[in-house]
């Protein structure tokens, strides 16, 4: 049976996260977390990582000359396919 | 479709990756300056050598961003960059329009380097196992000490450091939820898994990246 959301303890709400988060309910309005600093201090920085990784941008490019490496396979590749 | 998350953490599209996609200069120095990116594409599809070379610079940093986030070496991210351009080149005469183009070119990436990482022998099929929970990561970790929350913005090098050493199944899910911004379902499907442990693993992936990072604040690095 599942406990009444104003009467978890943190470990009980934190076993819960990952499906609270995870099925898009607005978690900020659980009951738990208007009487929970630690929690809310927890999901405050789960949801500042998400941000931070949605903001990242792509690493620096591939190595100049992996273009000629390409196109190298590409003609060999288109050779073997040749028949003639 | 990548970028629409649940609601906790809502999208911004396109996304910073997208946004870099078209910005990138050719590798052929005698490339002519670029037509519509649709022509190009058209082209390409055709079999014209130049529009292809245009694909890849269009997208090459996407990809590669990719792969070495996923595996974390540049060599074998170029290795698998390669590849990825490879299997393009045999298959964009397929795209139909049905998505976006690099939405398409992406995850054909993603397969790419899952199958290369499947090679590898890297337990994406058993995630459960790795989803038990621990005394290290276990939700009991994050009880105490709120004074060492996350505010503000965290350094871009800082979480590239914290996901980089992260265990490849949490950062997998990690990269392709919050960073390539697909869904559960479309990741269980990739994986392997079960939606259920999709959403279990990534919450576990952020909070080991929250434990790094509030490492590296006590340690007076940047967060």
Known sequence: MTRDPQFMTCQEFQEQMAELIGSGEDVNNHPHLRMC?????LLADLQT????????????????????RIELA??????????? | MPRSQAAKIPPSSPTAAEQTAVEETPPVQTVPPPPAV?????????????AFAQIYSLHKRRVYSLCLRMVGNPSEAEDLTQEAFLQLHRKIATFRGDSAFSTWLHRLSINVVLMHLRKKGLPLTSLDEAMEPTHEDGPGRSFGAPDLALT?????????????DLPAGYRLIFILHDVEGYEHNEIAAMLECSVGNSKSQLHKARLK?????????QKGEPS
């Open chain 1, 37 to 41: 600093a630690t929690c809310r201090a």
């Open chain 1, 74 to 84: 590409i003609q060999k590749e288109d050779s073997s396919l040749d028949p003639g």
């Open chain 2, 209 to 217: 990246l929250r434990a790094a990072l509030r490492t590296a604040i």
């Open chain 1, 49 to 68: 990582i998400a941000d931070a990784a949605r903001e990242l941008l792509p690493v620096e490019p591939p190595a100049e000359d992996l273009w000629q």
């Open chain 2, 38 to 50: 649709a022509e190009v594409l058209a082209l390409a599809q055709a079999g014209d050598h130049y």
């Open chain 2, 152 to 164: 503000g913005s965290i350094d871009r090098l800082a979480l590239e450091r914290a996901m980089s």
